[in-house]
């Protein structure tokens, strides 16, 4: 049963919301079933947006599912530039306001906001996608274990480099274990492109492109972007230059953005933030909503690589590198590094 916050508003209210949303990031609502006359699952986007064939795009398929299967309505908002917490407090604010719920937030930067909101709106069921510091009893933190993912892209790295130089493009330092652990022979090339996330580290493919280049003057001939829509200019770069990228969040060798590219791409380091997404909106669904935290990993399936480019699936010696290592993550064996 579908709580009685989740009935939709008068339609001058609704009318407020467009308005609302158009003030603080641009926005696109679905109708579902009329009948139902209520509303559903709404995201907020994080930077570099819908489109960025990764973080938000995962997010996006989330709503697409919930959307289809329940049949409501849905919103999903974009983020503008240098905005502040405050704006991010409005956005969220005019969601809830409007009977969206669940509510999320895509990425760590809208936890101070989301914490605000939270305690206005306590019968909207919230969550925030990579961020595990709210504390609320109507907060779902959704969480991946993605180190362990990035450790699997360091074996597959260390496995099919012939220069015994790989390069990493992004903003934690995670895959260097799995690189050393597999051959400490190679050498690992790093380079984070901003500070904060406000300086365009993750929204940038220019400067992603730029380090990749770099980076390949000095023999990398794999290069792992984690740095959301940053990654598309690595993964350019990798393919101009005829060597392996390996890809972030999404499967980006079925991204239709990323065709072009596709045979550069060896695989991706994925979590599933779109099943994240989509069983947090179900759970509200079900009058039994998620709160806490709600943690994907390799035992659970939700953060892996994938098989989608013949050339990483058939290879049958780099696989055989990769399940072993997969099996001992998840048995304890090794243990993956969470901070770099």
Known sequence: MRRISRITVAGAATASLALALAACGGTSTDSGSESKGDKGLAIAYDVGGKGDQS?????????????????YDTADVEPTDGETDADKEQRLTSLAKQGYNPVVGVGYAYAAAMK???????DTTFGIVDDATIEAKNVADLVFNEQEASYLAGVAA?????????????????PLQG?????????????????????????SPDKGKTAAEGQIEKKAD??????GLSG?????????????????????????????????????????????????????????????????????????????????????ELQAAIKSAKEKIISGEIKVKDTP
Request: no cysteine.
């Open 222 to 227: 794999v290069v792992y972007a984690a740095a």
């Open 232 to 316: 598309q200019g690595v993964i350019e770069a990798a393919a101009a230059n005829k060597i392996w990228a390996i890809g972030v969040d999404s499967d980006q060798y079925k991204q239709e953005a990323l065709a072009k590219y596709k045979d550069s791409i060896l695989t991706s380091a994925t979590k599933d933030v779109a099943k994240a997404v989509y069983s947090l909106a179900k759970s509200v669904e079900d009058g039994k909503p998620e709160t806490g935290i709600v943690r994907g990993d390799l035992k659970s399936g939700e953060v892996g690589l994938s098989d989608s480019n013949p050339k990483f699936a058939d290879d049958a």
């Open 158 to 174: 260390a496995k099919s480099t012939k220069t015994k130089t790989v390069g990493f493009v992004g903003g934690v330092d995670v």
């Open 179 to 203: 690189v050393k652990d597999t051959d400490p022979k190679v050498k690992v090339v790093s380079q984070y492109l901003t500070q904060t996330a406000e300086e365009g580290g993750f929204a």
């Open 55 to 71: 973080f938000n795009d995962a997010a996006y398929a989330g709503l697409e599912q919930a959307k289809k299967e329940f049949g």
């Open 116 to 122: 605000k909101v939270a305690e206005k709106y306590p």
